[in-house]
């Protein structure tokens, strides 16, 4: 039973940072690759950052030089850093995570958390 769950988001001033996580267990899970996803109310969701299994960044224009993105290994743990944080980030945040388990590949889906970017 895989699952994903992101946290970090939050209420923070325009200009603020976040750090949002996406932790995947169990631990026998392994990340092919991962990506950011973004939908605001009445939106259409919206790719924010990506990493392929080859290893290839992918960021939004609308986030280039304020977002990146890490991971920790050791933690089964991606995250999105967040700076220069603008209220038109507020969103709902979700972390889609492509993995083998079970001798498969699939992808995942978190159940989100949210940011809100105050003026």
């Known amino acids: 039973q895989v699952r994903v769950v992101e946290s970090g988001g939050g209420l923070v001033q325009a200009g603020g940072s976040l750090r949002l996580s996406c932790a995947a267990s169990p631990s026998t899970f392994s990340f092919i690759a991962v990506g950011w996803y973004r939908q605001a109310p009445g939106q259409q969701r919206e790719l924010v950052a990506s990493i392929s299994s080859g290893g290839s960044i992918t960021y939004a224009d609308f986030v280039k030089g304020r977002f990146t993105l890490s991971r920790d290994n050791s933690k089964n743990t991606q995250y999105l850093q967040m700076n220069s944080l603008k209220p038109e980030d507020t969103a709902g945040y979700y972390c889609?995570?492509?993995?083998?388990?079970?001798?498969?590949?699939?992808?995942?889906w978190g159940q989100g958390t949210q940011v809100t970017v105050s003026s």
């Open positions: 889609n995570a492509r993995g083998w388990y079970g001798g498969f590949w699939r992808d995942y």
